[in-house]
């Protein structure tokens, strides 16, 4: 209804700016007449035609005035009064229109309309986080065309890239790309911004694809909006550059806000390096809600102190200042407060007053010359890591390559639901460990065709002997462990995806010959996605 009514007003303004130029046009016309009438009377005139009254006209009405016409008749003077009154108003009116034009809407409207064939990128804010993935934008698209939804401030700085800043509804500028190229792609960059933001208000109705910033993790609403959630991603990418090396046995994370717990996260997840392995994690922070919402931890990881036979989360009431041992040997230290002010003082306090031996990252939204920073803005906020065609491409071909390999119906991509999204995604990033582990290198940190060939090609080889194709077995199997139990699904004797329940989900040794056999599916995955890469 509201859509209609606006319509209506729209087409209203429009008839009533054209019967004012029709008047206007008919006064003038009329004006000349008059002066071609009275003028062309007089023996004296040398105004004798039609022609010769419209070029006076002119000429008066642009102030030009070269005297080369003039009337003579007292009518004809009452004519050229009008004119030369006239004159004034009109370029003042016309001075206005023109600055008007350049300092409202009316030029960046004009300039849309010059670059339909752009590709668009509405940001609905130019906060920090805007700007930056604007500038990554950028570098990978030349043809990009960045639009922000708000006018730019007097203090901010004029970006390196060329943007339009235009404070007008999405739906009229999405109006002006008449769906000319690609859709508009539309970026709420503030957290939950789209239960609040005005602009978001039927963006699902718009022919756009919206990429929201939530806290929630998940990952779509409908058809053309998906959200990104920022700690994941700098989670995500602080695994993949910085991987769990097999000589490490404790990490210490400072901090469990969204950061540390998104860390953590990941860590439960992904870091399955060996069948041997014992890494005890040491969390400081409040993890209350972490415990509560993940109550079986206990089924896969030692929870009271630190275990020689497999991984263990601590989780610590104290301060971390108060462990100056574990801190002393821990062989990574990750300091992920939320507050980044917070971190910075416990990296400078660490360096200072402590002996460490390990390796200190620190989460920072700004690089620094000398200190292991990660999650900068720069490597947080990029096309890969928000619009996700880079870094869930593997996941994607995954699901994909599922579907071809069975009878019955699947879901694509666009239909799985967050928790089966999340099972082709932990899959995908634990392709790039399987990959590290093959090849016996630590440093990879993307998954590329070539590594991928040579990494399926050493796992061949390898499980000639059975007991090497055991222990790949057994390293999926507690990957997989890890994934479920971290959902809160438990042993049944059948599966139940409504009461989350599993017949694999038990020790390895417990596992049928045939439950064992189907773990080889994780690893033959790499012969199948070679050929996709």
Same mark, same amino acid.
């Given at each position: 209804?509201?859509?209609?009514?606006?319509?209506?007003?729209?087409?209203?303004?429009?008839? $009533?700016?054209?019967? $004012?130029?029709?008047?206007?046009?008919?006064?003038?016309?009329? $004006?000349?007449?008059?002066?071609?009438?009275?003028?062309?009377?007089?023996?004296?005139?040398?105004?004798?035609?039609?022609?010769?009254?419209?070029?006076?006209?002119?000429?008066?009405?642009?102030?030009?005035?070269?005297?080369?016409?003039?009337?003579?008749?007292?009518?004809?003077?009452?004519?050229? =009064?009008?004119?030369?009154?006239?004159?004034?108003? =009109?370029?003042?009116? $016309?001075?206005?229109?023109?600055?008007?034009?350049?300092?409202?809407?009316?030029?960046?409207?004009?300039?849309?309309?010059?670059?339909?064939?752009?590709?668009?990128?509405?940001?609905?804010?130019?906060?920090?986080?805007?700007?930056?993935?604007? /500038?990554?934008?950028?570098?990978? *698209?030349?043809?990009?065309?960045?639009?922000?939804?708000?006018?730019?401030?007097?203090?901010?700085?004029?970006?390196? @890239?060329?943007?339009?800043?235009?404070?007008?509804?999405?739906?009229?500028?999405?109006?002006?790309?008449?769906?000319?190229?690609?859709?508009?792609?539309?970026?709420? =960059?503030?957290?939950? *911004?789209?239960?609040?933001?005005?602009?978001?208000?039927?963006?699902?109705?718009?022919? !756009?694809?919206?990429?929201?910033?939530?806290?929630?993790?998940? *990952?779509?609403?409908?058809?053309?909006?998906?959200?990104?959630?920022?700690?994941?991603?700098?989670?995500?990418?602080?695994?993949?550059?910085?991987?769990?090396? %097999?000589?490490?046995?404790?990490?210490?994370?400072?901090?469990?806000?969204?950061?540390?717990?998104?860390?953590?996260?990941?860590?439960?997840?992904?870091?399955?390096?060996?069948?041997?392995?014992?890494?005890?994690?040491?969390?400081?922070?409040?993890?209350?809600?972490?415990?509560?919402?993940?109550?079986?931890?206990?089924?896969?990881?030692?929870?009271?102190?630190?275990?020689?036979?497999?991984?263990?989360?601590?989780?610590?009431?104290?301060?971390?200042?108060?462990?100056?041992?574990?801190?002393?040997?821990? /062989?990574?230290?990750?300091?992920?407060?939320?507050?980044?002010?917070?971190?910075?003082?416990?990296?400078?306090?660490?360096?200072?007053?402590?002996?460490?031996?390990?390796?200190?990252?620190?989460?920072?939204?700004?690089?620094?010359?000398?200190?292991?920073?990660?999650?900068?803005?720069? /490597?947080?906020?990029?096309?890969?890591?928000?619009?996700?065609?880079?870094?869930?491409?593997?996941?994607?071909?995954?699901?994909?390559?599922?579907?071809?390999?069975?009878?019955?119906?699947?879901?694509?991509?666009?239909?799985?639901?967050?928790?089966?999204?999340?099972?082709?995604? !932990?899959?995908?990033?634990?392709?790039?460990?399987?990959?590290?582990?093959?090849?016996?290198?630590?440093?990879?940190?993307?998954?590329?065709?070539?590594?991928?060939?040579?990494?399926?090609? %050493?796992?061949?080889?390898?499980?000639?002997?059975?007991?090497?194709?055991?222990?790949?077995?057994?390293?999926?199997?507690?990957?997989?462990?890890?994934?479920?139990?971290?959902?809160?699904?438990? @042993?049944?004797?059948? %599966? *139940?995806?409504?009461?989350?329940?599993?017949? =694999?989900?038990?020790?390895?040794?417990?596992?049928?010959?045939?439950?064992?056999?189907?773990?080889?599916?994780?690893?033959?995955?790499?012969?199948?996605?070679?050929?996709?890469?």
């Amino acid at each position: 209804m509201g859509g209609k009514l606006l319509k209506i007003v729209r087409k209203a303004r429009r008839n $009533l700016y054209l019967y $004012l130029i029709a008047g206007i046009a008919l006064v003038y016309v009329g $004006l000349l007449a008059i002066l071609y009438c009275s003028e062309s009377s007089s023996s004296d005139a040398v105004i004798r035609t039609f022609g010769d009254a419209f070029w006076y006209s002119l000429v008066t009405l642009s102030t030009v005035g070269y005297g080369d016409l003039v009337p003579v008749t007292p009518l004809g003077h009452m004519v050229g =009064m009008i004119f030369l009154l006239l004159s004034a108003g =009109m370029m003042v009116t $016309l001075l206005g229109a023109v600055v008007s034009f350049i300092t409202s809407e009316g030029l960046p409207f004009f300039l849309l309309g010059l670059k339909r064939r752009k590709n668009w990128y509405y940001f609905a804010d130019c906060g920090v986080e805007s700007s930056t993935l604007a /500038d990554n934008i950028y570098r990978e *698209d030349p043809d990009a065309l960045i639009i922000y939804g708000e006018k730019r401030s007097s203090q901010s700085e004029i970006p390196d @890239y060329p943007c339009i800043y235009l404070a007008a509804s999405l739906h009229r500028i999405v109006e002006k790309k008449k769906g000319v190229g690609a859709k508009c792609k539309v970026f709420l =960059m503030k957290e939950n *911004d789209i239960g609040v933001n005005s602009r978001a208000v039927n963006l699902h109705k718009l022919p !756009v694809e919206v990429y929201a910033r939530t806290t929630n993790g998940q *990952d779509q609403l409908s058809g053309n909006i998906n959200f990104f959630h920022s700690y994941e991603c700098c989670a995500r990418q602080y695994w993949r550059s910085r991987p769990l090396c %097999r000589h490490e046995s404790a990490i210490v994370l400072i901090g469990f806000g969204n950061y540390g717990s998104s860390i953590l996260e990941r860590a439960i997840l992904t870091n399955v390096v060996s069948t041997e392995q014992h890494v005890a994690y040491h969390i400081f922070g409040g993890a209350g809600i972490f415990l509560a919402v993940h109550p079986h931890l206990e089924k896969v990881f030692s929870m009271n102190g630190e275990s020689d036979t497999g991984d263990a989360l601590i989780f610590h009431e104290e301060t971390w200042a108060e462990n100056v041992s574990i801190l002393e040997r821990a /062989d990574r230290i990750i300091i992920c407060e939320d507050d980044e002010q917070a971190g910075w003082s416990i990296f400078w306090t660490l360096n200072k007053y402590y002996r460490i031996t390990g390796r200190i990252d620190l989460r920072s939204s700004r690089k620094a010359p000398g200190v292991s920073c990660f999650g900068s803005n720069e /490597d947080i906020y990029t096309p890969q890591q928000i619009i996700r065609t880079g870094l869930n491409r593997a996941a994607i071909m995954i699901n994909e390559l599922f579907r071809r390999s069975v009878a019955y119906p699947t879901l694509d991509w666009n239909e799985l639901d967050d928790l089966h999204r999340q099972s082709k995604i !932990v899959a995908a990033d634990h392709l790039l460990m399987k990959t590290r582990i093959l090849l016996d290198d630590e440093g990879i940190t993307e998954l590329t065709a070539s590594a991928v060939k040579e990494a399926y090609d %050493r796992y061949c080889q390898a499980t000639r002997q059975e007991a090497a194709k055991e222990m790949y077995r057994k390293l999926d199997h507690m990957r997989w462990l890890r994934f479920y139990t971290f959902y809160n699904w438990h @042993y049944g004797p059948y %599966r *139940d995806d409504e009461a989350r329940q599993h017949p =694999m989900l038990c020790p390895y040794e417990k596992l049928t010959p045939e439950q064992r056999r189907e773990r080889d599916a994780a690893w033959e995955l790499m012969g199948s996605l070679f050929a996709e890469l």
